[in-house]
């Protein structure tokens, strides 16, 4: 009994050691980024605060002002570490700043370090234009929402990227707060409450917090099925409480929707007011992303009477990418310290996209359930607009919801010749050049618009030109 129990032991000290190797596993390249990213944080964030009470502000201005100091506050996360801009920078178009984790495990460790979520942190630039999520008869097609999968729908609040903002603080593998009150509780601590009090009224923060409010949001969530609002709150008090998390979220939308996110100051846009030039090559490169061979303009639009180009037309699509084993994700199928384990299927774990919001219990619309299985393996389709924006010309950005494809050239062989390759044997040198590997989900692949485009190598190159004018802040114009 004695030896088998030390056996047993000696196993599972072995076993826990080796979990936890995988989940600490951010290299010193890694680390080292990320603590310049902080640094940036904590930078934009005082250069902010410096704002609050200066110069005369309408209230809108008001409004996204107080959603940027939220945008870059890391008080907002369980251990004060991370704020929504640790995984969306404005040097690389609000999506992933650190080349290393892009080059690598794609997605961003949360609060808790050791936890990694399953996908690629998107762009959410021009991301205020997508619609409340609907299902449309004539495109035969979901349109609009917020995430990879459109599951932030917008259709309680209005707004999906105020719903989306409700996500991240919440999420066990993100921010990691056990309770919205959290959230409330924290920002009523920040420099900016007065302003808040201002915009949004008094009662914001007038709440009757429990003696043990703060040590309840000391622990990570998330929180357990026997007590789900573990800050125990009067019912009134979690009605304001909600009322102000209603607000946060909406004033994070309001600074995402605002004109320096959204600058549309890209060489794209000089071109078309007539006060830029496309090299030659940048023209070709735009002409075949608008033509018929490559079919690119039908889902990433470039703008029609009364239409913004937004390179986006917010529907779904699967454009059959294999799957991306590098994303810790795969490996979190036990428990951590805290008894959370974020992928129990391990290995099997499927990303199912649209679909599966829609099969699962976050479908807000009965009448949706039934699509569910042809929109398994689909993604929103995102802006290209910020696709090439970087802050230095060797950063590693991730494409795609899963961050398999690294850069813009590698994207556009993909839809050149994912069909007319073979198919990659295991461990295969040629991947990603000369053969690709099977797709996570054949069964809904569009197999009409992409695959076997016919493109030479300079076509390739002639549309990756083009690409990479869509990025703003172009200071060349005329
Ligand atoms: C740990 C990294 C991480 C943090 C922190 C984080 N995000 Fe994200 N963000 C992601 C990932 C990953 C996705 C895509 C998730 C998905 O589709 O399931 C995403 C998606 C989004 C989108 C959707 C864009 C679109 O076009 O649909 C928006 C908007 C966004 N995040 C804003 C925020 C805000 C606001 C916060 C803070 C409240 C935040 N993010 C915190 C990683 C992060
Ligand atoms: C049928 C619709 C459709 C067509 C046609 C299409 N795309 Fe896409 N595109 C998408 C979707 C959907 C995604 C995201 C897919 C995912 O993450 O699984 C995407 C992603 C991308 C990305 C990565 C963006 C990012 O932020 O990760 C680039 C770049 C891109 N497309 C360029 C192109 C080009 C160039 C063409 C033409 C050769 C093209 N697309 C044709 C729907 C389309």
């Given at each position: ?6 056996t047993y032991?000696a ?5 826990s050691?080796a979990?936890a ?7 010193p390249?890694?680390?080292?980024e990320i603590a310049s ?6 930078r934009i ?5 410096v704002r ?6 309408d209230?809108s ?5 107080l959603?940027?100091l939220?945008f870059?506050?890391?008080e ?10 640790f ?11 650190v ?8 997605s961003?460790?949360?609060s ?13 630039t021009?991301a205020?234009y ?9 495109q035969?097609d979901?349109?609009g929402?917020?995430?990879w ?12 990227l ?6 991240p ?13 959290c959230m409330?509780y ?13 915009v949004?009224?008094a ?22 099925t026997?007590d ?21 979220a909406q ?8 004109e ?11 071109v078309m ?10 023209q ?11 079919h690119?303009?039908e889902?990433?639009r ?17 454009l059959?990418l ?13 428990a951590?310290g805290?008894?959370?384990t ?13 679909g ?15 699509q ?5 393996g689909?993604?929103?389709t995102p ?9 230095r ?6 494409y ?8 813009l ?9 994912r ?16 053969c690709?590997?099977?797709p996570e989900h054949?069964?809904t692949?569009?197999?009409r618009?992409?695959?076997r ?21 172009y200071a060349?114009?005329?």
């Open positions: 009994m004695n030896s088998r129990f030390t032991a196993g599972f000290i072995v076993l050691a979990v190797d995988v989940r600490s596993t951010l290299s390249g890694a680390r080292k990213v902080e640094a940036e944080i904590n964030e005082a250069q902010t605060l609050v009470g200066q110069g005369s502000m209230r201005q008001q409004v996204i002002l959603g940027k939220l870059y506050d890391r907002l996360s369980v251990r004060r570490n991370e704020a929504c801009a995984c969306h920078m404005p040097e690389t178009g609000f999506s992933g700043p080349s290393t984790l892009n080059q690598t495990t794609v961003y460790p949360g808790i370090r050791s936890r990694f979520s399953e996908r690629s942190p998107q762009t959410h021009y205020s997508s619609p409340v999520l609907h299902y449309s008869e004539g035969g979901f349109v929402g917020a995430f999968d459109m599951r932030a729908t917008g259709l309680q609040l209005n707004s999906p105020a719903e989306q903002a409700q996500g603080p919440l999420n066990p593998m993100e921010m990691g707060l056990i309770d919205a009150a409330v924290r920002a009523s601590e920040r420099p900016y409450r007065p302003m808040a009090e201002r949004w009224g009662q914001a923060f007038a709440v009757k917090w429990p003696g043990d409010v703060k040590s309840v949001c000391e622990r990570p969530g998330p929180a357990a026997s789900l609002l573990p800050v125990h709150l009067a019912p009134v008090d979690r009605g304001i409480v909600q009322a102000t998390f209603d607000q946060i004033a994070i939308a309001a600074y995402e929707g605002s320096e996110v959204n600058s549309f100051s890209s060489k794209f846009d000089l007011a007539d006060k830029a030039k496309f090299t030659p090559e940048e070709t490169g735009y002409d075949l992303f608008r033509s018929k061979a490559t690119c303009n889902c990433h470039d703008g029609g009477p009364g239409e913004e180009p937004l390179f986006t037309d917010f529907t779904a699509s699967n059959g294999p799957a991306n084993r590098a994303i810790p994700y795969y490996e979190e199928s036990s951590d805290f008894g959370f974020a992928n129990a299927r391990g290995l099997k774990f499927d990303d199912t996209g649209v599966g919001f829609l099969g699962g219990p976050k479908n807000p619309d009965g009448k949706w359930t039934s569910a299985k042809s929109f398994i689909k993604y929103k802006t290209l607009r910020n696709v090439d924006k970087r802050p010309p060797d950063f590693v950005k991730a795609m919801h899963n961050g398999y494809l690294k850069s050239e590698e994207v556009v062989h993909f839809y050149n010749t069909d007319s390759l073979p198919a990659c044997k295991a461990g295969d040198p040629g991947e990603k050049v000369s690709w590997p099977p054949a069964e692949m569009n197999r618009q992409l695959g485009l016919g493109l030479s190598t300079k076509d390739e190159s002639e549309i990756v030109a083009f690409l990479k004018t869509l990025t703003d802040g060349g114009g005329k």
